[in-house]
């Protein structure tokens, strides 16, 4: 079993930056291939990026290209979201996610994943 939890989140104003971390318990974090998700008030739970087991591969939605970016370090069993210029639109609670992957796939279907963290908080002010 994997247990993964996040922290990082917190207020910041719109332009601001954050970095989350996901860490997991185990010794199987190098054959997860990760995600990101988000939820806010009344929406749907909506994919952000996603990396595969290795790092090689990233994917990230076109609502964050160019301002997330999404890493891991296989060594520290850690997962990072770096958020530059962040929105009011951002805010949300953000989720990891992880799936046993024996390729460099990336998944972008919450379905996809076996793994969930319990969440952290992101507030971004205008």
């Known amino acids: 079993q994997v247990q993964l939890v996040e922290s990082g989140g917190r207020l910041v104003q719109a332009g601001g930056s954050l970095r989350l971390s996901c860490t997991a318990s185990?010794?199987?974090?190098?054959?997860?291939?990760m995600g990101w998700f988000r939820q806010a008030p009344g929406k749907e739970r909506e994919f952000v990026a996603a990396?595969?087991?290795?790092?090689?591969?990233?994917y990230a939605a076109d609502s964050v290209k160019g301002r997330f970016t999404i890493s891991k370090d296989n060594a520290e069993n850690t997962m990072y979201l770096q958020m530059n210029n962040l929105k009011p639109e951002d805010t949300a609670v953000y989720y990891c996610?992880?799936?046993?992957?024996?390729?460099?796939?990336?998944?972008?279907?919450?379905?996809?994943?076996?793994?969930w963290g319990q969440g952290t908080q992101v507030t971004v002010s205008s």
């Open positions: 185990g010794r199987t974090f190098s054959g997860l291939a």
């Open positions: 996610a992880g799936t046993r992957s024996p390729l460099s796939y990336v998944f972008k279907s919450r379905d996809r994943y076996d793994y």
């Open positions: 990396i595969s087991r290795s790092g090689s591969s990233i």
